[in-house]
């Protein structure tokens, strides 16, 4: 039994090792960097390895990975692949510091565009010997890094914490009070020999506590970690598959998420064009033309292809001009000269520059219609200017207003700042495109909701365009009346209706539950966070589309609700995403980069779809995991009653029963459980993660009583037979293991409990809605056939298999057991351990009745009838109640607003 229980505790901690190598070596390869770099020290460029750079160096520049955080000082503009570290999809071209901002500090977040983060890859940057290649200087080095700091967060990270984290302690509690109540009991039945008697015991103590019980979990997520990489999905952060499978809250991003990455270029219109909202094409207006043609930031790379963002390529293709190098570009026939670039700012909503076209030298601004608005003359823009704008954002389009007035700055190019241009401008026309919806989107949408997990839409875009995808992706229905938190005056909401902008007031809470929902912009959401957070925190749940946020919004956003105990989920893709992602219980993040630091789980073929994939495999390792809770609980169980049993009747099993029952039933069922699939659709409910909870314990419970009677009923039907005679072994002889093995009593406890080792793991395989088909861990089911055959055999018949746990044997067929190297004759007085077929019969009718009722109740009554309704009821109930008792049935802006003049429509 020592080589037995070694090698099972062996086996389990290998197993463990094993997946958690294979996880620690996914972050060594992230981790690890190896390469020399070209520092420029005392006027000479030196090559040195990279683990001898400090900050303050100075490196030239050359394509491949960057080992540091560094700033440009000089160069043409590098190209950068962000992906691995922002999620970022398109390449980044950055820029050498600002000499306008030379009196400033260095600060990552302000000259972000001129910033290269370690972990990020140079796609191209200037040539040049010595000092006259692109030049930077190291800022941070090492765990400083951008890298170094994701690094140290995935290794750092806490994952959520389940009701199994605190429960698991009262489990061992419990076990333990058995395991000295089982130990008094077996001190008292062996109380003859208590040298035996003390190891017996130990060995009782040492079955309560089963030695794999702390593999299940991590056995189940391995499991599905490595179902996922096969569906080129990465995950950095394995532990975060349990989580998904409790996500209650998914949000998503819009532009490249829910709706294509690119988008469809419709027209530019000036301002005499901008109401005919039907026109297609490029207005004519020279003034607008040179607008397109130069305020974007897009790069071009060394084989010719433009690299920026798409909507500033599609706008720039769409006339006739062409980018000569950095700073300057051919229009029309004539040279156009960049003086200087303001990168877009996500709090402005604007990027601007400053150009020189003949003797004139001008300013553009562009950006979203209301930022554009604010910084405009009002009498250059078009009386209905906002109407207009709001309008198209209504119908769908995603649209970019473009201004312009003369350089009215007296300082040098190289002086003027954003706020010095971005002021006192004309109108000069908007650029309209059109978002085209993800084909799959509408199905990953409804297949949330048939799993109960609520969608949000978080975007930068105007909250009107964000209720046109949400209404065509299906996360609201078509008629509904979303009532939107438009604006902030005075200190107080405007609350719109999203059909005509009409004054609304706030829905009450049966109808935000039936036919109405709400939308805010990050503005009201920052006012009602600021000034009321409790009606922030009621509001939030009920709002659908979250429009015009800043990454900073988003990232406030999901932590409200993670700070509300909802676990969450963010899918994105930019580098705009990045905060929201970490935030989040599960981010998935939408790159192509084979390594990403941006989020735990990352979709290499960029598809909606992967969320409901993480989403499946979280809830069926969850599930696993129970199922092999359970069994291993169970398998501690039967093994100790077995033990005791044993040791009240003075026998105990012979070595290849322990082999069979410690070892290869045990650990083949086990490790095969969680190899279950995923189901093919994400079930109505979520998988409990209680291990002391009504389900789980019904389960476990009610599988354990069942087992026990059957056994019982065993033994009342052995000592019920005729020819049947009790074999009680004096105290001389009960610590021979040898020669206490060979009896009816042995052969029945074994045939009866040996089997519900196999039969109980039958029970916990249903997959449910959480798990894929019985029959399809084919592992498992593999496993089950082979076992229930091999101990349907013994009991039926007379041979060297039966003859292999010495049930069912005579002299004739005996084996050479584990530890002796001759067949051991049958120690009884009869020689024999052959049973009447009659009574054979009667057990094999014994072990095919407790499969069929441990599985009844396992699948109908427990999962699928009496208590799992009962327990959803409750609980749904109660976050009903949750929801309706602080709306009520009135205005939410009576109940929870009207009283603050702050926020009061």
């Not at 990279?50 to 990975?65: E, F, K, W, Y």
């Not at 303001?342 to 601004?365: A, K």
């Not at 109808?511 to 966070?529: D, F, I, P, R």
């Not at 676990?567 to 705009?576: A, Y």
Request: charged share 20%; with cysteine; glycine share 8%.
């Amino acid at each position: 039994m020592a080589i037995v229980q070694t090698v099972v505790r062996v086996t389990a901690g290998l197993v463990v090792s094993c997946f958690q190598y294979y996880s620690d070596m996914d972050l060594y390869r992230l981790m690890v960097s190896e390469g020399t770099v070209e520092v420029l020290r005392d006027g000479v460029v030196t090559i040195v390895d990279h683990a001898n750079v400090v900050p303050g160096d100075i490196v030239r520049l050359t394509p491949g990975l960057a080992y540091f955080d560094m700033a440009i000082l000089q160069g043409a503009g590098p190209l950068l692949d962000e992906s691995a570290l922002t999620g970022e999809v398109h390449p980044v071209a950055k820029k050498p510091l600002d000499p306008a901002n030379g009196h400033l500090t260095y600060d990552l977040k302000a000259n972000k565009s001129s910033t290269i983060s370690a972990g990020t890859t140079i796609l191209e940057c200037g040539e040049g010997e010595g000092t006259k290649g692109d030049l930077a200087i190291v800022t941070q080095t090492g765990s400083f890094t951008a890298k170094g700091k994701l690094l140290s967060d995935v290794m750092s990270y806490e994952r959520h914490k389940f009701k199994f984290d605190t429960e698991v302690i009262f489990v061992l509690l419990i076990l333990a009070v058995e395991a000295v109540v089982l130990l008094a009991v077996v001190f008292h039945v062996i109380e003859d020999n208590w040298e035996y008697g003390w190891f017996y015991a130990m060995f009782v103590v040492g079955t309560v506590f089963p030695p794999l019980l702390p593999s299940v979990f991590v056995v189940s997520v391995g499991i599905s970690c490595k179902r996922l990489q096969r569906n080129r999905i990465n995950c950095t952060n394995s532990t975060g598959i349990l989580v998904a499978g409790k996500v209650k809250r998914a949000f998503f991003d819009k532009t490249g998420t829910l709706t294509n990455q690119g988008l469809d270029f419709l027209s530019a219109k000036n301002e005499t064009e901008f109401q005919d909202m039907e026109r297609i094409g490029v207005s004519s207006d020279p003034t607008l033309k040179l607008g397109l043609a130069t305020c974007h930031t897009l790069h071009l790379s060394k084989n010719g292809e433009l690299i920026g963002p798409a909507v500033d390529r599609m706008g720039f293709s769409a006339v006739s001009a062409q980018v000569l190098d950095e700073k300057t570009i051919s229009f029309e026939g004539t040279t156009v000269t960049y003086l200087k670039r303001f990168e877009f700012d996500h709090h402005s909503m604007t990027q601007s520059v400053v150009i020189s076209h003949g003797e004139e030298s001008t300013v553009y601004v562009k950006g979203s219609p209301e930022a554009i608005a604010k910084l405009c003359v009002p009498s250059s823009l078009p009386s209905n200017f906002h109407e207009i704008a709001r309008e198209s954002a209504r119908n769908g389009m995603y649209q970019l207003a473009i201004a312009t007035s003369p350089l009215n700055c007296a300082k040098p190019a190289n002086e003027i700042k954003r706020e010095d241009i971005e002021r006192d401008l004309n109108f000069a026309g908007v650029m309209d495109f059109q978002n085209t919806m993800k084909q799959d989107t509408p199905q990953v949408i409804e297949e949330l909701r048939e799993g109960d997990i609520v969608s949000a839409i978080i975007t930068g875009d105007n909250v009107l365009t964000g209720i046109y995808i949400a209404k065509k992706a299906g996360l609201i229905g078509k008629d509904t009346n979303v009532v939107i938190g438009n604006s902030v005056r005075d200190g107080v909401i405007e609350w719109v209706n999203a059909t005509d902008d009409s004054p609304a007031e706030l829905p009450s809470g049966t109808e935000l539950k039936s036919s109405s929902s709400l939308a805010l912009t990050g503005e009201v959401w920052q006012h009602l966070l600021s000034s009321n957070p409790s009606a922030a925190k009621i509001l939030a749940p009920h709002t659908k589309i979250f429009g015009r946020c800043t990454p900073n919004d988003k990232v406030s956003i999901v932590t409200s609700f993670v700070e509300q105990g909802e676990t969450t989920l963010f899918c994105g893709d930019g580098g705009n995403d990045c905060g929201a992602l970490k935030a989040a219980h599960v981010g998935i993040a939408l790159s192509d980069a084979e390594a990403s630091f941006v989020a735990p789980f990352t979709s290499l073929d960029k598809t909606i779809t992967s969320v409901v994939s993480v989403l499946k495999e979280g809830r069926c390792a969850l599930a696993s995991a129970l199922a092999a809770y359970k069994y291993m609980i169970m398998y501690g169980q039967v093994e100790s009653i077995n033990q005791v049993a044993n040791a009240y009747l003075a026998i105990t099993f012979t070595e290849w029963c322990w082999v069979f029952m410690d070892g290869i039933w045990t650990l083949t069922l086990a490790f095969s459980l969680p190899l279950a699939r995923a189901a093919k659709k994400l079930s109505p409910k979520r998988p409990t993660a209680s291990i002391l909870g009504p389900h789980t314990m019904a389960s476990a419970c009610g599988v354990l009583g069942i087992n026990f009677l059957f056994l019982v009923f065993g033994l009342v039907a052995l000592h019920a037979q005729d020819w049947y005679q009790c074999r009680k072994w004096d105290s001389t002889d009960v610590s021979n293991v040898l020669t206490i093995g060979d009896n009816y009593e042995t052969s029945v406890i074994f045939i009866v409990s040996g089997f519900q080792y196999i039969a109980s793991a039958a029970a916990f395989n249903f997959g449910y809605t959480f798990r894929a088909n019985w029959f399809k861990n084919y592992i498992f089911v593999f496993f089950f056939v082979g076992w229930s055959a091999i101990q349907f055999a013994s009991t039926l018949s007379v041979s060297n298999l039966s003859c292999l746990f010495r049930v069912n044997c005579d002299n004739d067929h005996v084996v050479r057991s584990v530890t002796s190297s001759e067949p051991e004759p049958i120690n009884n007085n009869w020689n024999t351990t052959v049973m009447p077929v009659s009574f054979r019969w009667i057990l094999f009718v014994l072990m095919v009745a407790n499969l069929v009722l441990i599985c009844a109740w396992d699948y109908w009554i427990v999962n699928n009838s009496f208590i799992s309704k009962l327990f959803s009821k409750r609980s749904s109930g109660a976050e009903a109640a949750q929801i309706v008792a602080p709306i009520g049935s009135g205005s939410l802006a009576e109940e929870l607003i009207g009283k603050d003049e702050d926020v009061v429509v």
